[in-house]
């Protein structure tokens, strides 16, 4: 079975801390995504990676950044926490590039910026 | 703006009755997909729908995709409580390779 796990699952952070935020998957997967999810918004791509090293903009970029230094991990970084980053963050991968292709989800981590 | 709209948001009926979410765009879809997501969990990939008028069974479920490829619904027959969860339409734009995701019908069966 694909695990895709995620470092935390509840994070509480000050405005202004610097946050990441780490995903691993186990079936080396190309594609990596993060998300975040907010009530009747459903989800919304901040960014993905169809590559180590390579990385592309999402719908909602702006105040995040990313990192995939290897295959299996790629991580999603706060560089200066808001009140409005606070949302509930999912990782995902799949195999092939395209929506076609089945994305395996983390749990997620819920982050609470105060 | 959302570019796909879920319909209804939330949903509670009773065991054994029927129901039916609906996944609505004024865009075009190269396919589109149903996931379910359960408290405390990810989004688990349901099905993938990739022609227009197609219609696919899993189980008590029924997927549609619309003619024009902008449109789904998911009818669920005969609901059981572990039916229960978040359920998303995601769709996959012609002219890219990311996913739009709905925002989400909450369904709840009572037992």
């Given at each position: 079975?694909?695990?895709?796990?995620q470092?935390?699952?509840?994070?509480?952070?000050?405005t202004?801390e610097k946050?990441?935020?780490?995903?691993v998957?186990?079936m080396?997967h190309?594609n990596?995504f993060?998300?975040r999810?907010?009530p009747?918004?459903?989800?919304?791509?901040?960014?993905?990676?169809y590559?180590?090293?390579m990385k592309?903009?999402?719908?909602i970029?702006?105040?995040?950044?990313?990192?995939?230094?290897?295959?299996?991990?790629f991580?999603?970084?706060?560089?200066?926490?808001?009140t409005?980053?606070?949302?509930?963050?999912?990782?995902?991968?799949?195999?092939?590039?395209?929506?076609t292709?089945?994305q395996?989800?983390?749990p997620?981590?819920?982050?609470?910026?105060? | 703006?959302q570019?796909?709209?879920?319909s209804?948001?939330?949903?509670?009926i009773q065991?054994?009755e029927?129901?039916t979410?609906?996944?609505?765009?004024s865009?075009?879809f190269?396919?589109?997909?149903?996931?379910?997501?359960e408290?405390g969990?990810g989004?688990?990939l349901?099905?993938?729908?990739?022609t227009?008028g197609?219609v696919?069974?899993l189980?008590?479920?029924?997927?549609?995709f619309?003619?024009?490829r902008?449109?789904s619904s998911?009818?669920i027959t005969a609901?059981?409580?572990?039916d229960?969860?978040?359920?998303?339409?995601?769709?996959?734009?012609?002219?890219?390779?990311k996913?739009t995701?709905?925002g989400?019908?909450?369904?709840?069966?009572?037992?």
């Amino acid at each position: 079975d694909v695990k895709v796990t995620q470092s935390s699952r509840y994070l509480v952070k000050r405005t202004g801390e610097k946050v990441f935020l780490e995903c691993v998957q186990d079936m080396d997967h190309e594609n990596m995504f993060w998300y975040r999810q907010d009530p009747g918004l459903g989800l919304r791509l901040i960014y993905f990676s169809y590559d180590v090293k390579m990385k592309e903009k999402g719908d909602i970029p702006e105040g995040y950044s990313v990192s995939r230094e290897k295959k299996e991990r790629f991580s999603l970084i706060l560089e200066s926490a808001s009140t409005n980053q606070t949302s509930m963050y999912l990782c995902a991968s799949s195999a092939l590039a395209g929506g076609t292709d089945t994305q395996y989800f983390g749990p997620g981590t819920r982050l609470t910026v105060l | 703006t959302q570019l796909l709209e879920q319909s209804p948001q939330f949903l509670s009926i009773q065991e054994g009755e029927n129901l039916t979410v609906y996944c609505n765009s004024s865009s075009v879809f190269s396919s589109l997909q149903w996931y379910r997501q359960e408290p405390g969990e990810g989004p688990v990939l349901l099905v993938t729908v990739v022609t227009g008028g197609e219609v696919k069974k899993l189980k008590r479920l029924t997927f549609q995709f619309g003619d024009a490829r902008k449109d789904s619904s998911l009818h669920i027959t005969a609901a059981q409580p572990g039916d229960t969860g978040l359920y998303l339409c995601a769709g996959l734009r012609a002219a890219g390779n990311k996913l739009t995701f709905g925002g989400g019908t909450r369904v709840l069966v009572k037992p």
